[in-house]
């Protein structure tokens, strides 16, 4: 729709588990989104009963270590959480185990009040294996990480919103539309630069603040020598409505 491309995932009678085949479809059709200039963000997004209710436990089951890393199993999904391009989780019901993984690979979530996030892999014997370790210590600090890992209790929408896990919370029937308005919004402006934006605020989960300060700003002093630039703020001064060509 206009600058903005909805992906939705479609296996309903398994809540949208995560299979190698929805892996491998979902990035054939995906990544390459990241390098097409028409394309401004991308929303992802599942059912009503389920965002992702995890990975394909059936087909993991009677696999060794050996094959797991032979495999490099869940490894190719790095090549979507590392794209440029915006990227928005709108969740309704289960996002658990793989689901709630592939909901922080974006950039951020929106979801509905019914919405329930959680990582239950230790009930399998197992731990996350997509980053779920990771990525949801980074977003919502090590002793509520630690909660969910252990207990592999599920959390509802609004302690998601509480602890900084998820963006926004709306009706459930809003959420594909107001992740969608969001997206509209932001495929708007100039790619590069969300694409900056990106990488700057990635960067201070990694560096310190004086190392994250000094990358800001070279990215800040580059945006200078674009189009972009020189059209966004021509058209602040003369009180007009930029068009950004992302150049």
């Given at each position: 729709d206009g600058r903005v491309v909805t992906v939705r995932l479609n296996r309903p009678k398994q809540l949208n588990a995560l299979s190698s085949q929805v892996l491998q479809d979902f990035l054939d059709h995906v990544v390459p989104l990241d390098s097409d200039p028409s394309v401004g963000c991308i929303v992802v997004t599942g059912n009503e009963r389920a965002f992702a209710a995890g990975a394909d436990i059936k087909e993991m089951a009677g696999k060794s270590g050996a094959d797991m890393a032979g495999a490099q199993f869940f490894a190719d999904w790095t090549k979507f959480a590392n794209m440029n391009t915006p990227k928005i989780a709108a969740v309704n019901g289960f996002a658990l185990g793989g689901g709630c993984e592939l909901a922080m690979m974006c950039d951020f979530i929106i979801a509905g009040e019914g919405a329930k996030f959680g990582q239950p892999e230790i009930k399998l014997g197992v731990i996350a294996g997509i980053g779920g370790t990771q990525r949801m210590t980074r977003l919502i600090g090590r002793a509520k990480s630690m909660d969910l890992h252990l207990t592999g209790r599920m959390m509802g929408a609004t302690e998601a919103l509480e602890c900084g896990l998820i963006a926004r919370m709306v009706d459930d029937?809003?959420?594909?539309?107001?992740?969608?308005?969001?997206?509209?919004?932001?495929?708007?402006?100039?790619?590069?630069?969300?694409?900056?934006?990106?990488?700057?605020?990635?960067?201070?989960?990694?560096?310190?603040?004086?190392?994250?300060?000094?990358?800001?700003?070279?990215?800040?002093?580059?945006?200078?020598?674009?189009?972009?630039?020189?059209?966004?703020?021509?058209?602040f001064v003369e009180k007009r409505t930029p068009t950004f060509k992302g150049t």
């Amino acid at each position: 729709d206009g600058r903005v491309v909805t992906v939705r995932l479609n296996r309903p009678k398994q809540l949208n588990a995560l299979s190698s085949q929805v892996l491998q479809d979902f990035l054939d059709h995906v990544v390459p989104l990241d390098s097409d200039p028409s394309v401004g963000c991308i929303v992802v997004t599942g059912n009503e009963r389920a965002f992702a209710a995890g990975a394909d436990i059936k087909e993991m089951a009677g696999k060794s270590g050996a094959d797991m890393a032979g495999a490099q199993f869940f490894a190719d999904w790095t090549k979507f959480a590392n794209m440029n391009t915006p990227k928005i989780a709108a969740v309704n019901g289960f996002a658990l185990g793989g689901g709630c993984e592939l909901a922080m690979m974006c950039d951020f979530i929106i979801a509905g009040e019914g919405a329930k996030f959680g990582q239950p892999e230790i009930k399998l014997g197992v731990i996350a294996g997509i980053g779920g370790t990771q990525r949801m210590t980074r977003l919502i600090g090590r002793a509520k990480s630690m909660d969910l890992h252990l207990t592999g209790r599920m959390m509802g929408a609004t302690e998601a919103l509480e602890c900084g896990l998820i963006a926004r919370m709306v009706d459930d029937d809003a959420v594909v539309s107001t992740a969608q308005a969001a997206a509209a919004e932001i495929a708007n402006y100039s790619k590069p630069a969300t694409a900056d934006v990106l990488r700057t605020i990635y960067k201070a989960e990694d560096v310190t603040l004086a190392d994250g300060l000094a990358y800001e700003r070279d990215l800040f002093y580059a945006r200078f020598d674009t189009d972009d630039q020189k059209e966004g703020m021509s058209a602040f001064v003369e009180k007009r409505t930029p068009t950004f060509k992302g150049t």
